[in-house]
């Protein structure tokens, strides 16, 4: 169900993924600038920032277990960055951090796995998925709700585009096995997948990525 | 931090120890934070690992190994995976499932050591009470391209020391964190583990034999 979640509706107050909130910050210094030679530092920009990581990855993903390995690979790469921030202000320290998050988002979509390299690197765990947490991230991305609405407009497409969609995106089957079974050429099944796409964001009241087909 | 569930919050908490090592390693440039080295026993030992081939006394088929010092991880049972030391194991000092270590070839036949919990034949990390199983994509430490030092590796998992790793010869590892110090003797592969209750802010310090000859490698 990977990338189904990525032309998904971002309700407003859930998810502002790049649109800048001050989060209770009393100053627009950027933490993570402080955190080079303050660990603390680095431990509040983390706080500053996980809730709307993990629904940025949740939301996009459908699912709890993926967004928290995403995001545990996303901070990881921060604190291993941290030094490259040449931002001014706490904004920019946003925009920063989403940019990391959405360069992971597109390689997992690509990939079809959660890259593990910097958590590797820094011999640390990915957030662990009790299921505590994995209750907390259903909740805070309202996951049911959006998994019932992109089940719904995936229901509506045409049954070409379907289950061009579902068979592409849902289960990451590659086109050349598709065009085989179909008896259609690589292009059109692209098409068809291309087509369903657009209509579900069209229905979603959003567009989608041009990197999912 | 309030609001948020433990798991995230645990690792809030680790990048924070992850962030003071990497701060004071650049404040003493000298001192490495991980250890990696190839045990001189590379070749026989990738050979074996690679072809799943530890030897059976070793990963501890039979009846259940007991672990090393103490008697809580009676429940000890062998490995699933049979790159796991399971004679490497000792008590967790938190009365968790026993401290073990994987020992195994990467893809690129470098000898790695890789540190868990075994609980039911399956090496994870039990944290505040749930046992995770390791993914399959977890990896190790693995050998650098020194052949004279053992691979070490030092983790810290909320306020325990593990210190674990491949030492060339199988005469004990003497292993210290401040000032406690614990003599362990490497079994199959030449795994070994120490756990230390605290010392994360802690200089480590271990030393063993490559070929007779007594290196001392420092961490932190």
New interface residues.
Partial sequence: MAAIGAIAPQPSGILEGVTWRSRGRTSDEPLIRRSVDDAKAFHEFYRAYVDRVVVFYARRTLDAETALDLTGETFALALERRAQFRGATAQEEQGWLFAIARNLLLAFWKRGEVERAALERLGCDAPEGTTADLEWVERVADLPSLRATVRSALHELPRDQAYAVTARVVEARPYRDLALELNVSEQVVRARVSRGLRAMAQSLGDRAPEDLA | ?S??????D???????????R??EGRRRPRRR??GVGLPVTAAVLAAAVSAGAVRLADRGDGPPVAPERGDSAASLQAANDPSVVVKSAVEDPKGGPPWVVRAYANADGADCAQVGQLRDGRLG?Q??G?F?ELPA???G?CAGADADEPLI?V?HEGDLTIVFGLAADRDPVTVRVGDRVRRVRPVGLGAFVAVFDGGVDERVEVRSRVRGRETVRTFG
């Fill in positions: 931090m609001g948020l569930p433990p798991g995230l645990d690792f809030g908490e680790r990048l924070e120890q992850v962030a003071e990497d701060i934070l991980r990390r944290r505040r749930e995770r994509s977890a990896t430490t590796g983790r």
